[in-house]
């Protein structure tokens, strides 16, 4: 958009870069050090049963209440399987708000908690981790750096379709687009019954994904900037 306006006339004075991640850097150091059995016990999550990430904000736009309703009308078998998460730890709208989604949660027949408490870049590695399914709905957003974090650290990820990450399908990174929410209750009963397999087909991602969003890759694209 910038070149249809202002065409050549600025291109030697232009330099695209990105915006690293701490948490990049920080799931190196903890897959050295630890287990992710380990991370679960620290964010005093389940070890067995599969965790289920709903949005990664407070915000209304994570559309945590149509998710959380669709996902009320997965088998009871199914859910019995899965620990719901709910991050609520920064851009909640207002108390009333939380409580709604609180209220959903426990009418829907799933074991789980919101998540309200600030999480360090150590504790959001871990989560990353341990997450084993990223349901990603908000309405509108600029390439997620949390989506990423979760692709890269292994995690299923669903995504909304109308969500474009041109960057990743170049790739070829591998992630759910569905077209509707209501779309979950179908899907997620799929996966959790093929969950093993379809594990595996997310551990390709970290390969095409690299350390592209790490600062250390980084650091270098800035410096060059300012020279």
């Not at 380990?38 to 990664?56: A, F, M, R, T, W």
Request: hydrophobic content about 40%; some cysteine.
């Amino acid at each position: 958009k910038f070149n249809n306006i202002y065409g050549d006339q600025f291109k030697d004075k232009l330099v695209w870069t990105k915006f690293g991640t701490p948490i990049y850097d920080s799931l190196f150091k903890l897959e050295e050090n630890e287990e992710i059995i380990e991370s679960k016990k620290k964010l005093n999550l389940p070890e067995d049963k599969i965790i289920v990430v709903c949005g990664y904000n407070g915000k209304i736009e994570q559309q945590h209440l149509p998710i959380i309703y669709t996902l009320a009308e997965i088998p009871q078998e199914i859910k019995e399987k899965i620990y719901l998460v709910v991050p609520m730890t920064y851009g909640v709208p207002d108390e009333q708000y939380v409580i709604k989604v609180s209220e959903a949660l426990v009418s829907s027949g799933y074991d789980g908690l919101i998540m309200k408490h600030f999480l360090s870049d150590d504790d959001s590695a871990r989560f990353r981790r341990s997450t084993d399914i990223f349901i990603h709905m908000q309405t509108t957003d600029a390439f997620s750096a949390s989506m990423q974090e979760h692709l890269f650290a292994g995690s299923v990820v669903i995504n909304g379709s109308w969500l474009k990450y041109k960057e990743l399908d170049d790739k070829g990174v591998f992630y759910y687009k569905i077209d509707k929410i209501e779309q979950l209750a179908l899907l997620v009963p799929d996966i959790i019954n093929n969950f093993e397999e379809v594990k595996k087909t997310f551990q390709i991602n970290r390969g095409l994904m690299g350390d592209s969003l790490s600062w250390k890759s980084l650091a270098n694209q800035w410096v060059e900037l300012y020279k």
